[in-house]
């Protein structure tokens, strides 16, 4: 059992930065971090293997950063020239611990098992 700690959230300004962090109880394959506006399903932001390839969802392509650092079992997303959709609650998630560092991972919220708290990122125009 893995368990999430998500940390970082908070109001911004459009334009504006802003990171977030999740730090792990244990190593980990695949990560991800998910959001959930108000009112619509939650999908997928970015997702990271372990050996660092990354994911991102069209809408956050060239703005938003996922890394991870191994050893500190932490992931990262570093959010730049936010917008006022990027508003949501922001979720940090991991899959199974048994998948190859290697393989591609997924978007599909369904693929992974372990989640964190929520964190809400509001950003204003």
């Known amino acids: 059992q893995v368990q999430l700690v998500v940390s970082g959230g908070g109001s911004v300004q459009a334009g504006g930065s802003h990171r977030l962090s999740c730090a792990a109880s244990g190593s980990t394959a695949t990560m991800g971090w998910f959001r959930q506006a108000l009112g619509k399903e939650r999908e997928a932001v970015a997702v990271?293997?372990?050996?660092?390839?990354?994911r991102y969802a069209d809408s956050v392509k060239g703005r938003f950063t996922d890394s991870r650092d191994n050893v500190k079992n932490t992931l990262y997303l570093q959010m730049n020239s936010l917008k006022p959709e990027d508003t949501a609650m922001y979720y940090c998630a991991a899959g199974p611990a048994g998948r190859a560092r290697w393989e591609t991972p997924s978007l599909n919220k369904n693929e992974y098992i372990y989640w964190g708290q929520g964190t809400q990122v509001t950003v204003s125009s």
């Open positions: 990271i293997n372990r050996d660092g390839f990354t």
